[in-house]
């Protein structure tokens, strides 16, 4: 299934397509690249079109609460530890399940990081679509946005502390790089979306498009990478760069 959203802006448009790709064809699933045979971020509870022959407890012991389990769990250990420090066998411990029982939603840790990394962009930029779409201006949205992500961060710091965790995960695998290059730069794209509500509206000058894209993506960075896991702290960058957006943070000398 693809997921297409708007990111509205006074005439601009930006298409961001959430998660790996998954599809359905002809008795086959596939998710991610192709490869892997499982989609548990894709539904809490929802069930295939398709039957696959699966390890682990029978179908007939799935539950949503199940896979929610999974997914926090392996989302926590993986960002605080890292695609190459945690095994299934700890994150099943950590879900409350066997290890067997894993094998019945997943077949490799790598099909499970990329089930985590696609419920982290449901959730999130399902939260971000939701801010931006209440504004037409670029900082509305930027605020929005930015609002938002403190919101969650307050919920479940561990959502914005995986998506640091990627980044470093994506440069030390390559196989985690293969899988997830393409749902990053579309994730990039988004915020492209903001940055030219900003040139329709004139808050921001044509030549300065790319400036300000780089801002943004270096201000996310710092927010999950340097912040996130203090939310005093985060609550504080985020009303500095909000005051730095209203020209409110600095004075002018002279």
Same mark, same amino acid.
């Given at each position: 299934s693809w997921v297409e959203v708007v990111v509205r802006g006074r005439g601009s448009r930006s298409w961001f397509e959430v998660g790996c790709r998954v599809r359905w064809s002809s008795g086959e699933r596939s998710g991610c690249d192709g490869r892997h045979t499982r989609s548990m971020a894709d539904s809490d509870g929802g069930e295939a079109a398709t039957t696959v022959k699966r390890r682990g407890?029978?179908?007939s012991t799935d539950s949503a609460a199940t896979k929610r389990a999974v997914l926090d769990s392996a989302r926590r250990l993986?960002?605080?530890?890292?695609?190459?420090?945690?095994t299934n066998r700890e994150v099943a411990e950590a879900a409350g399940i066997t290890p067997g029982a894993l094998y019945h939603y997943v077949d490799s840790k790598l099909d499970l990081y990329c089930a985590v990394h696609r419920d982290m962009q449901r959730r999130i930029y399902g939260r971000f679509i939701e801010a931006v779409n209440a504004s037409d201006t670029f900082r509305g949205q930027l605020e929005g946005v930015l609002e938002a992500a403190h919101e969650m961060n307050v919920e479940d710091h561990t959502l914005? &502390?995986?998506?640091?965790?990627?980044?470093?995960?994506?440069?030390?695998?390559?196989? +985690? $790089? *293969?899988?997830?290059a393409a749902q990053v730069a579309e994730r990039d794209e988004f915020f492209i979306g903001i940055v030219d509500a900003g040139v329709s509206t004139g808050e921001i000058a044509p030549a300065d498009r790319e400036r300000v894209a780089e801002?943004?993506?270096?201000?996310?960075?710092? &927010?999950?990478?340097g912040v996130s896991p203090s939310s005093a702290q985060h609550?504080?960058? +985020? $009303? *500095?760069?909000?005051?730095?957006?209203?020209?409110?943070l600095i004075g002018r000398v002279g």
């Open positions: 407890r029978p179908p993986f960002a605080e530890r890292g695609y190459g420090a945690v914005a &502390l995986f998506v640091g965790a990627v980044r470093t995960d994506m440069r030390r695998f390559p196989e +985690i $790089d *293969a899988q997830l801002f943004i993506r270096v201000m996310l960075i710092g &927010l999950t990478e609550r504080l960058a +985020i $009303d *500095a760069i909000r005051a730095l957006l209203r020209g409110e």
